[in-house]
């Protein structure tokens, strides 16, 4: 280690587009900062928390876990709060733990490099617009990577804080995207992920102010790079998965078959009260075609249970959604009032707790069936794997172009490589096979 190099512990909470974020802050604090990363907090020279405010338990979380970074860190090492719950809670979590340093919002991690020597600095600004921002390059070598295509959230759905914490909707310019992807696959990329709020109203507003584009078209331009052998995305929106999105969806070979359809609620008029924009018949209209597009499709999705107002009929609507699609993954959630949200005016309509539990039960149950089901159907199939991982039992781990997740025996010379796998187990979460040789 050269004598000025630094040390960075970061912690990344939620979702994967704050993954990327703290790809970005590594990439800058290393550029610009002489940091390098470590796994130890005690030993670390700068701490950052990167924190999620989607529900409100690791927003509770947040001031006991640098309460302890406090404690154990070493002398003069500072603490940085990055992500959504900075920009909602801005100073305040200075005011409340004097100890930190900075506090750097979701759609400011542009600025880290200059706020880490800024004791007391609140950048939080939602109106800042980074999205032409070149972030540094992180030298690691990867099979896959992750690119983000926009910033922000123009929905409004009642319940959701995100609007609040990363601000307006702004495109990232597509040959931007298309370079950073290039850059990626030069390093020995075989996937992208490409990420936003809403992925699939890309296009409709940039910085410069340039003609508007669509994500079909972004879709179409990543999959001409070549060496680049999937495309995945998240998170669309149901509303904007129009015919033409499905077809490309279904006929570009380069995108895999691995789509997440974020029901929240399967009652029109608890949708309705969501400001989703779509009805349950919409909904299942869409998957429908998608799953007679592409027969192999695995359809994943996020459910809230006990919305305010959410009556018996309303969650049984949810369930018969979830029987009709068979959804091959479902993300659970009980209701969680957020500051700065629609759904607080439904406050006198809020659900018992105990029947929000019982609700998540009966989904987490039901879609148990469903996996196993699905799961096993695969037995006895020849699927394609992208291997990216060795485990500790010498097994090696992979996904599918639908992306189940797949433990083969082998070595790591399979690495990197697009292989024919034969499934020959399957539990509930994960594949076994043999390479086809
Ligand atoms: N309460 C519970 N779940 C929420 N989500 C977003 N906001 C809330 C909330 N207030 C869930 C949604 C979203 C996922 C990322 O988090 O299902 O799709
Ligand atoms: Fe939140 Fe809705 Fe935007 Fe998703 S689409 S980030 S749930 S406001």
Known sequence: MSKEEKKLFIQTLGC???DTDSQHIIAELKEHKNYITTDQMEEADLIIINTCSVREKPVQKLFSEIGQFNIKKKKDAKIGVCGCTASHLGEDIIKRAPYVDFVVGARNISKIKDVVDKKGSVEIDIDYDDSTYQFAQNSNSLY??????SIGCDKECTYCIVPAT????ISIPPEMIVEQVQKDVAKGAKEVTLLGQNVNSYGRRFSDGREKTNFTKLLQEVSKIEGLERIRFTSPHPLHMDDEFIEEFA???KISKCIHMPLQSGSTQVLKAMKRGYTKEWFLNRAKKIRDLVPNVRITTDIIVAFPGESQEDFEDTIDVIKQVKFDQI???KYSPRPNTKALEFKDLEIEDEIGSARLIEVIEL??????ELMDSNIGKTVEVLFESLKPNGEIAGFTDNYCQVFVK???ELLGQIVKVKITDATRTALKGEVVN
């Open 166 to 169: 990363r601000g307006d909707e």
């Open 331 to 333: 993300f659970n959630f």
């Open 16 to 18: 994967q587009m704050n």
């Open 144 to 149: 896959k990577t992750s690119v983000n295509i």
């Open 251 to 253: 006929k570009n070979p």
């Open 410 to 412: 082998g070595s790591d």
């Open 367 to 372: 879609h148990k069936l469903h996996q196993s």
